[in-house]
């Protein structure tokens, strides 16, 4: 079992920069594909992007392509997801997730595994 915690949203202005990090517990978290994932009020959760448990392929969203970076590192059983170029569009409750040997990485019902969400509110 893998226990996720998100941390480092806020608020800041458009045009900014933000890193939220998903710290995991375990020693089996080399072993899962980490996703980072959105929701906005009203809205569907909605897939950012994924890497590999090597960290050696990454995916974004067309959304946040050129202006979000996922990467990770298995000493410290943490994934990051390094946001620049903010958007008042990219406020949201970001959530990391986490899973084991699938086919496919960018829907919701892909992962075991989720964190509690952080806030990123993005301010025009």
Do not use: H
Not at 6 to 20: F, I, K, N, P, T
Not at 37 to 54: D, N, T
Not at 99 to 118: C, E, F, N, V
Request: with cysteine.
């Amino acid at each position: 079992q893998v226990q996720l915690v998100e941390s480092g949203g806020g608020l800041v202005q458009a045009g900014d920069s933000l890193r939220v990090s998903c710290a995991a517990s375990g020693r089996t978290f080399s072993r899962y594909t980490m996703g980072w994932f959105r929701q906005a009020p009203g809205k569907e959760r909605e897939f950012v992007a994924y890497i590999s448990w090597s960290g050696a392929s990454t995916y974004n969203a067309d959304s946040v392509k050129g202006r979000f970076a996922i990467s990770r590192d298995n000493a410290k059983n943490t994934v990051y997801l390094q946001m620049n170029s903010l958007k008042p569009e990219d406020t949201a409750v970001y959530y990391c997730a986490a899973a084991l040997r699938k086919s496919r990485y960018y829907l919701p019902i892909d992962y075991d595994y989720w964190g509690q969400g952080t806030q990123v509110t993005v301010s025009s």
